[in-house]
């Protein structure tokens, strides 16, 4: 009851063996190997998903905003006094730093 004997002659091929070293030190030990890669992508793929929600949260806000400015003529001068210091011709403007 040799325990060499019991093995297949498949699994004694030096190519076979090799073979299999490689997969097994390509699945589990390299750099790149299958699992670090997966969380690595799972991580990108949920800072993505977050990022793009963010905008598309941005975008909604920015097209209200639009719509009001469109509709609201006192709104609209507000914002343009606000952002751009915008004054009437009779008027002096003072800005004050914070």
């Keep these: 009851m ?11 091929n030096k190519y ?12 589990f030990f390299d ?16 800072k993505l998903q977050e990022s793009r929600n963010y905008y598309l949260d941005q975008i909604k806000l920015t097209k209200s905003e639009l719509d009001l400015l469109k509709s609201d003529r006192s709104t609209l001068e507000k914002f343009a ?6 004054k009437k011709d ?5 800005i004050m730093p914070e």
Excluded: C, G
Excluded at 31 to 46: C, V
Excluded at 81 to 86: D, L, Q
Excluded at 90 to 94: S, V
């Design 2 to 12: 040799n325990l060499i004997a019991r093995i297949p002659a498949w699994l004694k």
């Design 16 to 27: 076979t063996i090799t073979s299999l070293v490689f997969v097994v030190w390509i699945l």
């Design 31 to 46: 750099d790149q190997d299958i699992f670090t890669t997966y969380f690595k992508h799972r991580a990108e793929l949920h």
């Design 81 to 86: 006094r606000e952002r751009y210091w915008m």
């Design 90 to 94: 009779n008027e002096d403007l003072f």
